[in-house]
């Protein structure tokens, strides 16, 4: 076989083959047609989302009123009130215009390996392979943490719900470990065996997402005015042992930060998505709107439900928003209807988030970024999707599961790398985007342009115009500012068990890619890759 050349060497291209011998007819619209040959990638998966069902999905996976709900606990340490409330305007802002700038790109190109593939777009020309190479690993690791994170959080809440209604109940971590494979089991099956009906499960839980929130809005408007607005919108707590209020404030913000990041899920989808180029950009807008908006309204009402704020802060189950829901209700049952109700979207959302986990992966290997490469990157004829990929992943939770039977603070520092790590991978091809955008000229593509162009930068049916420059600069200076916090200890004195390593482990994965790059990568790995044309 001919070896594949990198993306650089893609012309002005147009198509009309909606088929490859590989796959078969896949059916593809002309514009997937045009932007897949521009890409120079050849179409393996099937375009099952269309834009009502990648908009479930992707407003599901992200799930942010439940996740707000989730971890709002970790900030009534750090700021209490004042720095979920106001802090999510900070958070909220933020975020867009990372969504925006994202989005712009995923206009241009949008495919399943996303971030490193823009920054390998957008790079100096110099630096584009290591850089690429590095970004790959970081959006891998980014995302497998993202995704065990969701898989220990829902297996707690679980757990949660069994001490809130069996008091006698022991608490044990090996239990919570053995829901996280129970989850991971169906959530495997589903991915692998039921991938056909994943777009109308989303689709269904997706207008879950939206009902669930009015039921409990509803029921926690009218039983839970048990706060003063003063507490809601005024309070400050800081039981860290932080001195400076400013930086118990930003670690306050960790919950806000966490319940909207990932809006990305669905790009890592484009190649499974009809109309990708249009619908792509569209959608992570509307779910960071969307999800952000009602986020910010639950939190707002459940800090009105507080009536015992020592006891939420103690809660035995580990997870002050069933204290709320109990409170606001006097009832164990009613509380444990309404947590279950946000574990079952949680839970509609691991399959959104494996699927574009593994794709991710799949990309990355397709560009032999990954060892083994050649094996990772295989596509199931039959059912059309990359079963190596999807099992890896689920490996690797599978593995990290066990870092909870040991030691909590382990497990919890993997986890709180999943917004720091996402935040850098989308720093690095926002920034390498800003610096062109300052250094050439751009302008609206023709149908089937490459991405850059004779020295100039061509944008999708998506851009942001002459506020570009702006956005892209408001959303790396947010992002390289809240990077440090979220890796500074929650609570001092420092020791080993209130260490927070998600700083240190991300720099291992750092120095982790780079020894790859000397050792392996700079033979094997190119950039991104020309399959056709």
């Not at 076989?1 to 011998?21: F, L, Q, R």
């Not at 990309?363 to 039959?382: M, Y």
């Not at 751009?442 to 100039?456: I, L, Q």
Request: some cysteine; aromatic content about 12%.
């Amino acid at each position: 076989m001919a070896e594949k050349e990198p993306i650089d060497n893609v012309e002005t291209v147009t198509g009309h083959a909606s088929e490859s011998p590989e796959t078969g007819s896949l059916n593809l619209p002309e514009d997937d047609v045009v932007v897949m040959a521009q890409m120079g990638i050849k179409q393996q998966l099937k375009r099952r989302f269309n834009s009502i069902s990648i908009l479930a999905l992707s407003v599901t996976l992200l799930s942010s009123w439940e996740a707000i709900g989730s971890t709002f606990g970790a900030a009534l340490y750090a700021g209490g009130p004042v720095a979920l409330i106001w802090g999510f305007m900070l958070t909220g802002s933020g975020t867009l215009a990372l969504a925006a700038s994202i989005a712009e790109m995923a206009s241009m190109c949008p495919i399943s390996g996303a971030q490193y593939h823009w920054t390998y777009m957008f790079a100096p020309p110099k630096w584009k392979v290591p850089i690429t190479f590095v970004q790959g690993w970081v959006t891998v690791f980014a995302w497998q943490a993202t995704i065990t994170s969701l898989t220990f959080v829902l297996a707690a809440q679980i757990q949660g719900l069994v001490v809130l209604n069996w008091p006698t109940y022991i608490f044990e971590r090996w239990h919570t470990t053995l829901m996280m494979w129970l989850l991971l089991l169906i959530t495997y099956i589903i991915n692998v065996w039921g991938i056909r009906i994943i777009p109308a499960t989303e689709l269904f839980a997706g207008i879950c997402h939206v009902l669930i929130f009015l039921a409990l809005f509803v029921t926690m408007l009218v039983l839970g005015r048990n706060a003063s607005p003063s507490f809601v919108f005024t309070s400050y707590i800081n039981t860290t042992g932080w001195s400076n209020p400013v930086v118990a404030w930003f670690i306050g913000l960790t919950p806000c930060v966490w319940c909207i990041i990932g809006f990305d899920g669905a790009i890592h989808l484009s190649e499974e998505t009809i109309h990708a180029a249009k619908v792509i950009p569209r959608i992570i807008l509307t779910t960071v709107l969307l999800n952000g908006t009602l986020a910010w309204v639950f939190l707002i009402v459940t800090l009105f439900g507080i009536s015992d704020i020592s006891a939420v802060l103690a809660t035995p189950t580990g997870f002050p928003i069933i204290e709320v829901f109990a409170q606001i209700t006097k009832s164990a049952t009613s509380a444990t209807v309404m947590e279950a109700a946000l574990v079952s979207i949680g839970i509609a959302a691991m399959f959104g988030t494996l699927a574009s986990v593994s794709r991710l992966t799949w990309a990355f290997a397709r560009d032999d970024g990954l060892p083994f490469s050649s094996f990772f990157k295989k596509v199931d004829s039959r059912l059309h999707v990359p079963i190596p990929a999807i099992t890896l992943v689920a490996v690797v939770i599978f593995l990290l599961s066990f870092i909870n039977i040991a030691s909590s603070v382990a497990l919890n520092a993997i986890l709180s790398l999943s917004t720091i790590a996402l935040y850098v991978s989308y720093i690095i091809p926002i920034a390498c985007l800003l610096s062109m955008r300052l250094r050439v000229s751009t302008r609206s593509a023709a149908p089937g342009e490459a991405c850059v162009k004779d020295g100039e930068i061509v944008f999708g049916p998506f851009t942001l115009g002459r506020w570009g420059v702006l956005i892209n600069l408001y959303a790396v200076c947010y992002a390289s500012l809240l990077v440090p916090f979220m890796a500074l200890p929650t609570s001092l004195p420092l020791t080993y068990q209130t260490m927070n390593y998600a700083g240190p482990v991300f720099c291992a994965v750092l120095v982790f890619a780079g020894l790859d790059y000397i050792v392996r990568g700079r033979f094997s790995f190119v950039g991104p890759r020309k399959e056709v044309g």
